[in-house]
């Protein structure tokens, strides 16, 4: 393909007109199986010497046009479309680690990873060191030699937080690990983590990628730069495999050979696919990210300044605001805008936000980001209630604050949603 632009990429990577039929959009391929030309061409693509489609489990047409597609849209080498986010993160470090194993990551991250990184992967002796600061010298103090990988989110819930993803990847890079970067919330619209240097790109595509909370979904987007052999840290991609006669997967696919290993191994066994009807969900979600994700950023921007004036609002933690600590970051990061999401406080605490989220209308509230309609939680008395208040504050989800994922409608009638809740 030619150099496109970002819009164009965003409508055509990975899809032509279906060679069968001339659809012009993706077809749904709902089929669990692929018929083989004859014996030679079976072997061929069980022994991993020829592409081809044997079962969804492990490839399908239609999420091979959504993998397709969010790589160029990242500029990466190659992309694996999963079940969810956290099926995507499951098996990156299922193909990174070994039992007994580390990686680093700092605490400005989905809940629910926080849960999966410290709960569900002890089962699997994989250990999660959490870094002090979320910042550069705070990954770098965590790293050990058991470290095998940091991971990070581009700009990181709860709202607010951009990291410094050059920084950091060049600590990770000294250490002879990658950086991996859930680029949820910015969507590669707002922020291209590879250019930075990370190495691995993770999305929860069930939120901007799809943008329409409809559909789940994950993806893995490998930038095809970690040399894997350059130690023994990563013998899934390094070493002979024996499901696979002795290949070396790093050695056979090069540079996409980290999201083949996922796939060939990682998907193969651990199963997390996604449905096709789901990919197609995805694609057609994807076609208008650049429209969404520019009024995304700017309807945000227009509440955020507006709550900022607000007399029942005592702060406001968005990277687009002039204020913010993250402003500086968010120009180089996220030049296009700071996201959707960000958080408030309201003055009176814990009743007052239980005022707010009861009081309010056109938003509506739950517990999702990435919708075309504007969300509205109040983690205290729900993501976070199982937490005392010191755990509260100490994950910024504190008694008064508010997280808000802002849509597509017009930012006026948000804006008066929100200050008629508030004054109640
Ligand atoms: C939602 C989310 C996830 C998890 O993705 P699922 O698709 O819900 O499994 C991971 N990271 C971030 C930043 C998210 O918002």
């Not at 959504?66 to 080498?77: D, I, N, S, Y």
């Not at 700009?155 to 920084?167: F, K, T």
């Not at 208040?389 to 808000?404: C, H, K, S, T, Y």
């Amino acid at each position: 393909m030619p150099e496109y632009s970002f819009d164009t990429l965003s409508i055509h990577a990975g899809a032509k007109p279906d060679p069968a039929t001339g659809a012009r959009t993706t077809p749904i391929y709902q089929t669990t199986s692929f018929v083989f030309d004859d014996v030679d061409h079976a072997a061929s693509l069980f022994n991993l010497q020829q592409f081809g489609n044997i079962y969804t489990r492990i490839t399908n047409p239609t999420t091979a046009v959504l993998e397709e597609r969010v790589a160029a849209l990242e500029g990466g080498a190659a992309g694996l479309a999963t079940a969810s986010g956290h099926g995507a993160q499951l098996l990156i470090f299922h193909t990174l680690l070994q039992p007994g194993d580390h990686f680093v990551a700092c605490k400005k991250l989905y809940g629910g990873s926080i849960t999966q990184f410290s709960q569900s992967f002890q089962k699997f002796d994989w250990h999660v060191d959490w870094a002090e600061t979320p910042d550069a010298a705070g990954i770098k103090a965590a790293i050990t030699p058991k470290t095998k990988a940091v991971f990070i989110e581009s700009l990181a819930n709860p709202g607010g937080v951009i990291m410094d993803i050059e920084a950091i990847a060049k600590v990770a890079h000294e250490a002879g690990v990658p950086l991996i970067v859930d680029n949820t919330l910015a969507s590669p619209y707002l922020c291209q983590p590879i250019k930075h240097g990370a190495d691995i790109v993770v999305h929860s595509a069930t939120k901007f990628l799809g943008g329409h909370g409809n559909s789940m979904g994950g993806i893995i987007v490998d930038a095809g730069t970690f040399d894997w052999s350059a130690s023994d840290k990563y013998p899934s991609l390094s070493q002979p495999n024996e499901a696979y006669h002795g290949m070396k997967l790093h050695e056979t696919f090069g540079n996409i050979a980290f999201a083949i290993t996922c796939r060939v191994i990682g998907l193969r066994d651990l199963g997390p696919a996604i449905s096709p009807f789901n990919s197609f969900m995805l694609i057609t979600g994807i076609e208008t990210l650049p429209l969404r994700m520019q009024r995304h950023s700017e309807n945000a921007l227009k509440v955020a300044e507006f709550l900022e004036s607000h007399k029942e609002v005592s702060w406001v933690s968005y990277a687009g605001l002039k204020n913010s600590p993250y402003y500086d970051a968010h120009r180089k990061y996220c030049p296009k805008g700071a996201g959707a999401v960000f958080t408030f406080g309201v003055k009176g605490g814990y009743e007052a936000g239980v005022k707010l989220v009861n009081g309010i209308e056109l938003f509506s509230h739950l517990a999702n980001v990435g919708d075309t309609r504007s969300l509205i939680i109040h983690p205290a008395s729900t993501t976070h209630r199982q937490l005392n208040e010191a755990q509260q504050e100490a994950a910024g989800a504190g008694p008064d604050v508010i997280r808000l994922s802002v849509g597509l409608e017009d930012a006026a009638d948000l804006i008066a949603d929100l200050d008629k809740a508030l004054k109640g």
